[in-house]
């Protein structure tokens, strides 16, 4: 597969749709939506001629699904808060109160988004796999480029795969402390579980490119899932192997197009319209050290000069990043300080992060400065929701009972039977 360090924008909103479209009765959160006018026929789909238009559709449903998973679980999390000048779904509010509801919209659409993501991708796998004839009817024999085609497929399917699966244990769940979520309808799969299964989509996407950069982007998202679970060894392991300095950010790309824009953080989260914004110790963050401008992103609100809004998307088509080399070497940190006892090798790897953006070096790190250094350096990015989870940092302000997660729907509990 070509050498690259970005996913395909939402250009492709209409594969999306398209492809979408033949899954009706595949999955729960199809199931009751009435059938398109806009359909492709599935036979249509089993032909190596579409294979580069699955690709894509897969690619673009990624980008918009990244853009709803990393605003919602901001807040759901410590990260973003209900507010700003446009501040009034009060969806959002209750999401942010923690006390959300299976009905709520915006959970439906969550739980959407991500299940339509995990399909589109196993799809692809299966039709490529068993369905699709790469065979060239002149020769007999396939084609380097059509070897090529298919060996990006699998891993496009593998990869995305992989990220559906590792959303849904991080953002999902079954009970307000019980993450996790279903695969086709079927049983419940807690979050341990379902991280070792993203693993697996990435081992098996590995086998699938020969491009060191991919294979890096790669070893850093088993090395994350593994870090999740800790098995600080298996981490540190696909750590070594993953991103090194220097190497650019895996991202989404947009267009400005309604259907194609990064409309959460731009119209929920930003300058198009705010209605979430970032915890008050981001502020405090940048006022104690003006530096820290340089990573955590802040910027003031057009409407209300008064108020701080993230700045890291400030545009309908500011990509997200999925993963830096910087999360690499802060897994690395994490793998040193609280799997090998070893605080200076971790010292070292969290100042060469603050390096990059012309920070001045710590002294010494304790547990508690490491998840300060990642609330930093991975802010608006989907990261705090899981550190929150799995270091137990919550306020104790909060009801009893209070969601850590995104519910799974109504639509897909009471399509589940196992539910």
């Known amino acids: 597969m ?29 199931g009751d939506i009435q059938e398109p006018n806009n359909t492709i026929d599935e036979a249509l789909l089993n032909s190596k001629s579409q294979v580069q238009f699955q690709i894509t559709g897969v690619q673009s449903k990624f980008a918009m699904s990244h853009s709803v998973v990393t ?67 002149d020769s ?49 799969i807690p979050s341990a579980q379902m991280y070792d299964l993203a693993i697996e989509q990435w081992k098996l996407a590995l086998q699938h490119t020969t491009d060191d950069y991919q294979k ?38 947009f267009t400005t197009t309604d259907n194609g824009s990064n409309g959460y953080w731009y119209f929920y989260a930003g300058i198009g319209r705010t209605q979430m914004i970032p915890a008050q110790r981001f502020t405090d963050y940048v006022t104690e050290n003006p530096a820290e401008a340089n990573r955590v992103k802040l910027m003031l609100s057009p409407k209300d000069t008064s108020v701080n809004i993230q700045g890291r998307y400030p545009a309908q088509n500011s990509p997200i990043p999925l ?7 802060l897994i690395l940190a994490e793998v040193e300080l609280l799997g090998n006892n070893n605080p200076n090798a971790a010292l070292d790897y969290v100042n060469a992060v603050r390096g990059s953006h012309n920070l001045a070096s710590l002294e010494s790190l304790s547990k508690e400065g490491l998840i300060i250094e990642r609330d930093k350096e991975l802010s608006f990015t989907g990261n705090r929701l899981i550190d929150q989870n799995r270091f137990d940092i919550w306020s104790a302000a909060l009801p009893a009972g209070f969601w850590h997660y995104i519910p799974l729907s109504k639509t897909e509990r009471d399509a589940n039977p196992n539910f």
């Open 71 to 137: 605003t919602i679980s901001g807040l759901v999390s410590d990260e973003l808060r209900f507010g700003g000048p446009d501040a009034t779904f009060p969806q959002y509010l209750e999401i942010d109160r923690k006390i959300t509801s299976v009905l709520n919209a915006e959970v439906e659409d969550f739980n959407a988004t991500i299940g339509q993501l995990r399909l589109l991708s196993d799809l692809l796998v299966e039709r490529v796999s068993t369905k699709i004839d790469f065979t060239n009817p």
């Open 2 to 30: 070509k050498h690259t360090r970005r996913i395909l924008s939402a250009r492709a909103f209409a594969a999306v749709v398209a492809a979408a479209t033949i899954l009706g009765g595949c999955d729960s959160y199809v």
């Open 323 to 329: 993963v830096s080399w910087q999360e690499n070497s």
């Open 216 to 253: 890096r982007v790669l070893n850093t998202l088993i090395a994350r899932a593994y870090l999740i679970n800790a098995n600080y060894a298996m981490a540190g392991t696909h750590a070594a192997a993953g991103l090194t300095t220097g190497d650019p950010d895996f991202q989404s790309l």
């Open 140 to 188: 007999g024999k396939v084609l380097p480029e059509d070897a090529a085609l298919k060996e990006s497929a699998l891993f496009t399917g593998y990869f995305y795969g992989g990220v559906a699966r590792f959303w849904t244990a991080a953002y999902l769940g079954l009970e307000p402390t019980k993450g996790g979520g279903a695969i086709d309808a079927g049983p419940f």
